[in-house]
């Protein structure tokens, strides 16, 4: 996956919130955008509420030292509007936070969904390329980075920095300017030290990220391929490669660590050389006469009320920039672009009979090495058409090139006379249907594996395609029947199983133009015999396009064509290549030498064991 970065190396942060933006105001949704104006709302009668009430409680400090008669009356009724401030200070805020809950949640799940979507819009050559557990890992923390922003940002660095600018000017109403001054210089000296060692320690952040989405890539690729590491017993090989990912996120982890130290001792410093500057001037001020005690202590309830969430407010501002880094590769996977897109004039495929043709056409993965060279057949509706050659030659770019998970260089594709650039792909791949080679189950039921061809089935017709696949049977016979879970990647079934379950999700799916690439080509004999006659009852009255490397298995095609080199070397029914003298009778009897010396082995075998 291409990553672009900025000279720092870092997405800009202005540019990672507004493509937050559109998830907070979303177009066409009122009551949402009534959400945020609601919270916004609340926020301001919070932090005013909050402002508010040091004065009512240094009102109550002086009616207490005056001596006057109101004294048993006065601070009692300044104590209560004391009260019932903080308790409407916090109310305004829980109320804040219960309004803006959807708002947040929403967002979250929107940005999420459209990451997914998006990743499943891009194309096949993206997919080749990728680590599925670093793109996994950045949605993950990418999500969590929304949440966190928007409940620290929004509620927490915004209010702080209203209730700052309401404390300085009341401070400069108040007592003059030296006190408002003093205050922002110390908040300003504050937030400067924050910024700065943060932006230094963020190296490590991005380091232990890195760091921990190799480990988890390497984690997931080995668990995926447990089978084969057992095979060649390299348990220690891949805890070694596991464990170097975990040992750079170490070093990076302890160098974040005691550089937050660092960070938090400067903190300190700042925050109590400005409260013990400003409590001088106010004690000052009261030895003169200008202050009363109630000044003082209004001037220490500012100070304080500003100055202990600073220190939090140092914690958020590093998360913050964490969770801006988090989102950066979310947001950079949301910027890739799809190879292949839906042209703006696309209409939906009319499918009549499903003749499928390939005129000219030219493909390569990178232009060094051509692929396919001036490839031209047509298959005619309800006829089979098989593809074969050496390993290489170009045959599975073809099925790739139909369903369009790549556009040709040059030529042209139809499906029924209609170009496939000039039509969605959605309604292209749902006309067709796909037997692969190796068969990818979901750890999921059986149910739900044959299901996916076509998920609103309904059970009868579920067991129906199963039946047709010739596996309903086997099924019924397990002891969950069609609630059996298949394993990761479909493990507990066998080769045959699986390519059956395949099947039954293809006739599920009621394509009009069939793929079978090198379905049988794993298989056993019987077993491959098998599933031919469930292929050929199925692919009846369908326009097939078979991919073998097997030619006992497409004898029967209308035509078959033989690449080689990515250009069609020889074409004509199994007969007619056979008397040809060419390539394809040199495979022919290279592989029945082969199946007679496989077959004399078996019995040689057999006689041992007798």
């Not at 009846?540 to 029967?556: C, E, F, K, M, W």
Request: some cysteine.
């Amino acid at each position: 996956m291409a990553e672009t970065t900025s000279p720092s190396g870092a997405r800009n942060d202005l540019q990672t919130i507004r493509s937050l933006a559109p998830y907070l105001w979303p177009a066409g949704q009122a009551g949402l955008k009534g959400r945020v104006i609601a919270a916004m709302l609340f926020l301001v009668l919070a932090k005013a509420t909050n402002v508010a009430v040091p004065i009512f409680y240094k009102q109550a400090v002086d009616s207490l030292t005056t001596g006057n008669s109101t004294m048993l009356v006065v601070p009692v009724s300044l104590l209560l509007i004391y009260g019932a401030s903080r308790v409407l200070s916090q109310g305004f805020g829980e109320l804040r936070d219960a309004v803006f809950a959807r708002v947040a949640q929403r967002a979250i799940r929107l940005a999420g969904l459209k990451t997914f979507r998006h990743l499943h819009h891009l194309s096949l050559r993206f997919h080749l390329a990728r680590k599925t557990g670093g793109v996994s890992r950045a949605i993950e923390r990418g999500t969590k980075g929304i949440e966190f922003l928007l409940r620290f940002m929004l509620f927490n660095v915004l209010p702080t920095l209203l209730e700052i600018a309401l404390t300085c000017g009341i401070l400069w109403t108040l007592y003059g300017i030296s006190f408002a001054v003093l205050t922002l210089f110390t908040l300003v000296a504050y937030i400067a030290w924050t910024l700065a060692i943060t932006e230094w320690r963020l190296k490590y952040r991005r380091v232990m990220n890195d760091s921990d989405s190799e480990a988890n890539t390497k984690a997931i690729d080995s668990l995926l391929n447990f089978e084969t590491v057992k095979y060649f017993g390299n348990e220690d090989h891949e805890a070694r490669r596991f464990d170097s990912a975990l040992k750079a996120y170490e070093h990076a982890a302890v160098k974040s660590g005691t550089s937050l130290a660092f960070l938090n001792i400067g903190q300190g410093v700042i925050i109590a050389s400005g409260v013990t500057a400003a409590m001088l001037l106010a004690a000052q001020g009261v030895v003169s006469g200008q202050m009363t005690i109630g000044d003082f202590v209004l001037v220490n309830s500012y100070l304080i009320q500003l100055f202990l969430p600073l220190n939090f407010l140092g914690f958020v501002y590093r998360e913050i920039k964490r969770s801006l880094t988090d989102m950066e590769s979310m947001f950079r996977l949301l910027a890739e672009q799809a190879e292949v897109e839906d042209s703006a004039h696309a209409t939906s495929l009319r499918v009549s009979g499903g003749a499928v043709t390939f005129d000219k056409v030219c493909f390569h993965y990178d232009p060094r090495r051509p692929i396919l060279k001036d490839i031209s057949f047509t298959v005619e509706p309800g006829k089979t058409i098989a593809l074969v050659g050496s390993s290489g030659s170009g045959k599975s770019t073809i099925s790739r090139l139909l369903f369009r998970f790549y556009d040709a260089n040059s030529g042209t594709i139809s499906v029924d006379a209609q170009n496939i650039k000039d039509v969605t792909q959605d309604s292209l791949r749902a006309s067709i249907g796909m037997v692969p080679q190796d068969t990818v189950l979901f750890n999921d039921t059986i149910l739900y594996n044959i299901a996916y061809g076509r998920p609103q089935a309904s059970p009868t017709e579920i067991e129906e395609a199963a039946r047709m696949a010739r596996i309903h049977d086997f099924i019924m016979a397990l002891p969950d029947g069609y609630q059996s879970q298949v394993g990761e990647r479909g493990l507990k079934l066998s080769g045959g199983e699986k390519q059956r379950v395949a099947i039954a999700r293809t006739i599920l799916k009621r394509p009009h133009i069939l793929i079978f690439d090198e379905a049988t080509s794993a298989l056993d004999s019987r077993t491959e015999q098998e599933i031919l006659a469930s292929l050929r009852e199925v692919s009846q009255n369908h326009t097939t396009l078979t991919i073998a490397h097997r030619l006992s298995t497409v004898i029967d095609a209308d035509e078959i064509l033989v690449l080689d080199g990515g250009q069609i070397v020889e074409r004509g029914t199994h007969t007619g290549l056979i008397t040809q003298n060419g390539r394809y009778k040199d495979m022919w009897e290279r592989q029945q030498e082969a199946a007679k010396a496989q077959e004399v082995l078996q019995q040689t075998d057999g006689e041992h064991d007798a």
